[in-house]
C-alpha cells in the first residue's frame, strides 16, 4: 500500500496558522483602501429646467450646469452639478419625469420651469400646482430645493403677467424654499448676450446667468450645512 506525502502546497494551505495570517492580511489591506478613500462625497445638484438651463444650441461645457459647477469650484464647493433639463420642457414635463431626472441621493436641485408654460398661455393655477407638487415630490425625498422664478413677456396680458409672476414667491414662503427672483436676469435687453432667436442665452449670456445666482445657489449651500475648503482652483 502506498503512502503519499500531502504536497507542501497543500500543507500551507490547510495550516491554520498560513490561514490566519492570509486573513489578516486581507483584512489590513482593505482597512488601508478605506483609509484612504475620501471622508466626503462631493455634494450633488441637479439643474432640474428646461432649454435656458439645458445649454439650447451651446456645447455642454457652456451650458449652465457646467458653468455653474465651475463657478463654485473656483470659490471652494467641492459639487456636481448635473444637466438634469429638457429642451422644451413644461412643468407638467417636468413633473412626469422627476424620479428619474432627479435620482435619490440627490442633495440639491435648482428647479427652473415654466417659461414655456408662460409662452403657451397655461393656466397659472396649473402652473402653480405642478410646481407645487414638483418641490413637494423632491422635500418628500429629503432634496432641498432652490426655486429659480420666471417673469411673464411684457407682450401678454397684465393680468396674466401679474398672476404668473405671482406664483414663484407664493411657492416658496409656501414650501419655505429658498427663491431667486428671475432666471434671467442681467441679460434681458442685452441682445448680445442671446442666441439669434431672442429667447436664448449664449455662451456669455450663460456666465452672466451664473454669476448672478452664484451667490444665492452658495447660501442655500451654507443652509445645508455645505462650506467650501477654502482650497480655491
Same mark, same amino acid.
Given at each position: 500500500?502506498?503512502?503519499?506525502?500531502?504536497?507542501?502546497?497543500?500543507?500551507?494551505?490547510?495550516?491554520?496558522?498560513?490561514?490566519?495570517?492570509?486573513?489578516?492580511?486581507?483584512?489590513?489591506?482593505?482597512?488601508?483602501?478605506?483609509?484612504?478613500?475620501?471622508?466626503?462625497?462631493?455634494?450633488?445638484?441637479?439643474?432640474?429646467?428646461?432649454?435656458?438651463?439645458?445649454?439650447?444650441?451651446?456645447?455642454?461645457?457652456?451650458?449652465?450646469?457646467?458653468?455653474?459647477?465651475?463657478?463654485?469650484?473656483?470659490?471652494?464647493?467641492?459639487?456636481?452639478?448635473?444637466?438634469?433639463?429638457?429642451?422644451?420642457?413644461?412643468?407638467?414635463?417636468?413633473?412626469?419625469?422627476?424620479?428619474?431626472?432627479?435620482?435619490?441621493?440627490?442633495?440639491?436641485?435648482?428647479?427652473?420651469?415654466?417659461?414655456? %408654460?408662460?409662452?403657451?398661455?397655461?393656466?397659472?393655477?396649473?402652473?402653480?400646482?405642478?410646481?407645487?407638487?414638483?418641490?413637494?415630490?423632491?422635500?418628500?425625498?429629503?432634496?432641498?430645493?432652490?426655486?429659480?422664478?420666471?417673469?411673464?413677456?411684457?407682450?401678454?396680458?397684465?393680468?396674466?403677467?401679474?398672476?404668473?409672476?405671482?406664483?414663484?414667491?407664493?411657492?416658496?414662503?409656501?414650501?419655505?424654499?429658498?427663491?431667486?427672483?428671475?432666471?434671467?436676469?442681467?441679460?434681458?435687453?442685452?441682445?448680445?448676450?442671446?442666441?439669434?432667436?431672442?429667447?436664448?442665452?449664449?455662451?456669455?449670456?450663460?456666465?452672466?446667468?451664473? %454669476?448672478?445666482?452664484?451667490?444665492?445657489?452658495?447660501?442655500?449651500?451654507?443652509?445645508?450645512?455645505?462650506?467650501?475648503?477654502?482650497?480655491?482652483?
Amino acid at each position: 500500500m502506498n503512502h503519499h506525502r500531502p504536497s507542501k502546497l497543500r500543507a500551507r494551505r490547510l495550516h491554520p496558522y498560513g490561514l490566519v495570517r492570509r486573513l489578516c492580511q486581507s483584512a489590513t489591506a482593505s482597512l488601508l483602501v478605506a483609509s484612504a478613500a475620501p471622508a466626503f462625497a462631493a455634494t450633488t445638484i441637479a439643474a432640474f429646467g428646461d432649454s435656458l438651463s439645458a445649454g439650447y444650441q451651446l456645447p455642454a461645457d457652456a451650458a449652465f450646469p457646467a458653468v455653474l459647477e465651475a463657478a463654485l469650484r473656483r470659490d471652494g464647493y467641492d459639487v456636481t452639478v448635473s444637466n438634469a433639463a429638457v429642451s422644451g420642457d413644461t412643468t407638467q414635463g417636468g413633473l412626469e419625469r422627476l424620479d428619474w431626472s432627479v435620482p435619490d441621493g440627490t442633495d440639491l436641485a435648482i428647479v427652473e420651469l415654466g417659461a414655456n %408654460d408662460m409662452l403657451r398661455g397655461v393656466d397659472t393655477a396649473v402652473t402653480a400646482k405642478n410646481l407645487g407638487d414638483i418641490v413637494a415630490g423632491l422635500q418628500k425625498r429629503h432634496i432641498k430645493v432652490l426655486l429659480a422664478g420666471m417673469y411673464a413677456a411684457t407682450e401678454l396680458d397684465g393680468g396674466y403677467r401679474e398672476r404668473f409672476a405671482a406664483i414663484y414667491p407664493s411657492l416658496a414662503r409656501r414650501d419655505g424654499v429658498p427663491l431667486y427672483p428671475f432666471f434671467l436676469a442681467g441679460i434681458i435687453g442685452h441682445p448680445e448676450l442671446h442666441l439669434p432667436d431672442g429667447l436664448h442665452p449664449n455662451a456669455a449670456g450663460v456666465k452672466v446667468i451664473v %454669476d448672478n445666482i452664484l451667490p444665492t445657489v452658495e447660501e442655500t449651500l451654507r443652509g445645508m450645512g455645505v462650506k467650501p475648503s477654502g482650497v480655491k482652483g
